[in-house]
């Protein structure tokens, strides 16, 4: 089966950078996704990384090392509005669903 | 073009009782999913539906049943609800591509539906 690992919380000020984790194991494996939640909302798809490496998008950026099963979600120039959820996920065994991980709460302070 | 839409917003249940909930999606997605998000909780996945007539377990599928008529529309029916099943349901959709892995790594949520059964 899917399982994912993600700390649970994380503070950072106002235009710091902030990194957030996330280990998994999968028996069959395409890809890592990054979804983020306001409180009370409907999340919303940040990225995707099929491949090693690095994909920016903005301030948001997301790292992928598939030998070492484990990727990342770098946020720069942090602003009060990505106070939110963040949750990594991979694809069910047949890559038709997603597996979510428990969720990062990201507290962005001035 | 409104995306994916749910129906309820909220509802209260007593227990033992059933409810339908809606999801339907404008985007012409094949893929379609049921997850619910407990408090401070991760999103576990109910059930998916790959095309119409087809549907399929997820995680945490007992005490729900899901069918799919129709491309747009994916309906969650509880039977006999229990206070287990106070959560936040979401629905959501995704372009299905031509091949694994499919697109299904980018998904479109509903607003979701607040459910409280006591």
């Known amino acids: 089966g899917q399982s994912l690992e993600q700390p649970s919380e994380v503070t950072a000020v106002e235009g710091a950078i902030v990194q957030i984790n996330c280990t998994y194991q999968?028996?069959?494996?395409?890809?890592l996704s990054w979804y983020q939640q306001h409180d009370g909302g409907a999340p919303t798809f940040l990225s995707y990384n099929a491949l090693d490496g690095l994909e920016e998008t903005g301030r948001f950026s997301s790292f992928l090392s598939r030998s070492d099963s484990y990727g990342y979600l770098l946020l720069q120039e942090l602003q009060m509005k990505d106070s939110a959820s963040y949750f990594c996920a991979v694809q069910n065994q047949a890559g038709t669903a997603l597996i979510f991980g428990k969720g990062t709460t990201l507290s962005v302070s001035s | 073009n409104a995306g994916v839409t749910q129906t309820p917003k909220f509802r209260i249940l007593k227990i033992g009782q059933s409810m339908t909930l809606q999801c339907t999606q404008d985007?012409?997605?094949?893929?379609m999913y049921w997850y619910r998000q407990d408090p401070g909780m991760g999103l576990k996945l109910i059930y998916y539906?790959?095309?119409?007539?087809?549907?399929d377990k997820g995680e945490v599928p007992n005490g729900y049943n899901v069918s799919r008529s129709t491309t747009e529309d994916f309906p969650l029916r509880l039977e006999l609800a229990a206070p287990s099943q106070t959560s936040v349901y979401f629905c959501?959709?995704?372009?299905?591509?031509?091949?694994?892995?499919?697109?299904?790594?980018?998904?479109?949520f509903g607003p979701g539906t607040r459910l409280t059964v006591t």
């Open positions: 999968t028996s069959g494996f395409y890809g």
């Open positions: 985007m012409n997605h094949n893929y």
């Open positions: 959501a959709s995704s372009y299905s591509g031509t091949s694994a892995p499919t697109s299904s790594y980018e998904q479109y």
């Open positions: 539906s790959v095309g119409a007539g087809i549907t």
